[in-house]
């Protein structure tokens, strides 16, 4: 595998969603033959605070828009390599409230994001065991020692 040769800096923000019955929202998809199965999160706009783009990414990706904040579970920094670069990406997490059972239309901004779609899960512990970057399964970890 080359080297990357450069080095990707940026912030995303994202949700531990939890509906009134325990269940927990995650995403999931299949590229390429691998199946992936992760917490709804994306891109800090420029202006836009964690909170503010925590609560869009959730709605955006899977659809479900009626979101409380509860807690916030804190800054994290995750780095990994593509073939063109190393990513570090800092990651704010915040656990959700479900508020309402409305759902709309999610909206992808990539063909690969489309593939996406909403997985509910019964409670944390099936959601960390579920999860697939080791990562997100943390912060699944510390939703649960939150709530």
Known sequence: MPTPSSTVYYQSAGGVVVNPSGQVLLI???VDGVHEVRLPKGHIEPGEQAEEAA???VCEETGYCDLEIRADLGWRT????????TVVRQERYYVMALTGECRQEPHFVSEREA???PLWVDGLATAEQQLTFE?????ARRAL???
């Open 115 to 117: 593939l996406f779609r």
């Open 55 to 57: 609560l869009r990414e």
């Open 78 to 85: 995750v780095e990994f390599e593509r073939a063109d670069a």
């Open 28 to 30: 999931e998809r299949t």
């Open 135 to 139: 990562a997100e399964k943390d912060v």
């Open 145 to 147: 020692a939150a709530i």
